[in-house]
């Protein structure tokens, strides 16, 4: 069992900045995937924004390559989400994720389906 908390959400100017924060506890094996996916407001459907494996690759979604970047420190039990150039379809509840051990992740979509995941912090970007 993985606990998930999140912290760093707020709202910004769309070209703004945040950083995200996601601390585990528990099991915090690294030998798993973990991410972010995000559900706007509104939406039934929840978007996969990145993640990474147990070997450190990391797929991000279309939507957010290039603006976003994922990192993970395996000492602290942390994983961070830089997002740069936010844009207003960026708001969105963000939530950190993590599969079960041994697993592994090719898609940013995959963590939509994880078994773990935090309570959410929210992301509002204005135009």
């Known amino acids: 069992q993985v606990s998930l908390v999140e912290s760093g959400g707020g709202s910004v100017q769309a070209g703004g900045s945040l950083t995200l924060s996601c601390t585990a506890s528990g099991d915090t094996s690294s030998n798993r995937c973990m991410g972010w996916y995000r559900q706007a407001p509104g939406e039934k459907e929840q978007e996969g924004v990145a993640v990474i494996d147990r070997k450190g690759n990391i797929n991000y979604a279309d939507s957010v390559k290039g603006r976003f970047t994922l990192s993970k420190d395996n000492a602290k039990n942390t994983l961070h989400l830089e997002m740069n150039n936010l844009k207003p379809e960026d708001t969105a509840t963000y939530y950190c994720?993590?599969?079960?051990?041994?697993?592994?992740?090719?898609?940013?979509?995959?963590?939509?389906?994880?078994?773990?995941y935090g309570q959410g912090t929210q992301v509002t970007v204005s135009s």
């Open positions: 994720a993590a599969d079960q051990t041994g697993g592994w992740c090719y898609s940013a979509a995959d963590s939509v389906l994880w078994p773990y």
